[in-house]
C-alpha cells in the first residue's frame, strides 16, 4: 500500500513549518508513521540546527525529514534500535559510492579500524587489543602502520592502493 502524499505551500515565514510541525506532532500521538520532506530550492539551509525547519519537523516526531536541495539530499530516520553499520549501508546508503567512511561504531566488529590519537590526549589506543585495528593516525603513536594525522595525502595513498585498486 502507498502512502498518502500532501504537499503544504506557502510564502516564505507564512508559518509552514509551525503548522507542519504539529500536523506530525498530532499524527505522532495517533500512532503514524510520518516522513516531512523539506524542499531547500536555493540548497542554504542548515541541517540538525536548534530552530531551523528540518529541526522542528524532527522534533515534533517525524520518523524521518528528509531536506532536499539542487546539490544535496539530507536525511534523518528515527530509529528504534542502533542499527548495525552493515544495515546502514546495505539499506540507506543510495548510489554506488567507490568507499564508504563510517565514523565511530568502534564496538562492531568486522570492519577494519584506524584510530585517531594525538599527543595532548594522553591515552592508551582505544582498540589496542582488537582485531580490527588496522592502523593509527597520529602525531606521536608508534604502530605499524600508522599515518601522519598533519599529512591525510598519505592517509590517501594508502586508502588508494589497499581498498580503491
Known amino acids: 500500500m502507498k502512502p498518502a502524499v500532501i504537499c503544504i505551500v506557502g510564502a516564505h515565514n507564512s508559518g509552514k513549518t509551525t503548522f507542519i510541525s504539529k500536523v506530525?506532532?498530532?499524527l505522532k500521538k495517533e500512532?503514524?508513521?510520518v516522513t516531512?520532506?523539506?524542499h531547500d530550492p536555493k540548497g542554504k539551509a542548515r541541517t540538525d540546527t536548534e530552530g531551523k525547519d528540518s529541526w522542528k519537523m524532527y522534533q515534533a516526531g517525524a520518523d524521518q525529514v528528509i531536506l532536499a536541495s539542487?546539490?544535496?539530499?539530507?536525511?534523518?530516520?528515527?530509529?528504534?534500535k542502533d542499527y548495525?553499520?552493515?544495515?546502514?549501508i546495505e539499506n540507506l546508503v543510495v548510489g554506488n559510492p567507490d568507499i564508504i567512511i563510517l565514523e565511530g561504531f568502534k564496538w562492531f566488529s568486522g570492519i577494519d579500524k584506524y584510530e585517531?590519537?594525538?599527543?595532548?590526549?594522553n591515552r592508551r589506543l582505544l582498540l589496542q587489543d582488537s582485531s580490527d585495528l588496522?592502523?593509527?593516525?597520529?602525531d606521536y603513536y608508534e604502530f605499524n602502520p600508522s599515518f601522519d594525522i598533519n599529512n591525510p595525502s598519505q592517509f590517501i595513498e594508502y586508502l588508494k592502493r589497499e581498498y580503491l585498486r
Open 24 to 26: 506530525i506532532s498530532l
Open 84 to 88: 548495525s553499520p552493515e544495515f546502514i
Open 36 to 38: 516531512a520532506v523539506k
Open 134 to 138: 588496522k592502523g593509527v593516525i597520529t
Open 70 to 80: 539542487p546539490e544535496k539530499i539530507t536525511s534523518y530516520v528515527r530509529v528504534e
Open 31 to 33: 500512532g503514524y508513521k
Open 116 to 121: 585517531v590519537i594525538r599527543k595532548e590526549e
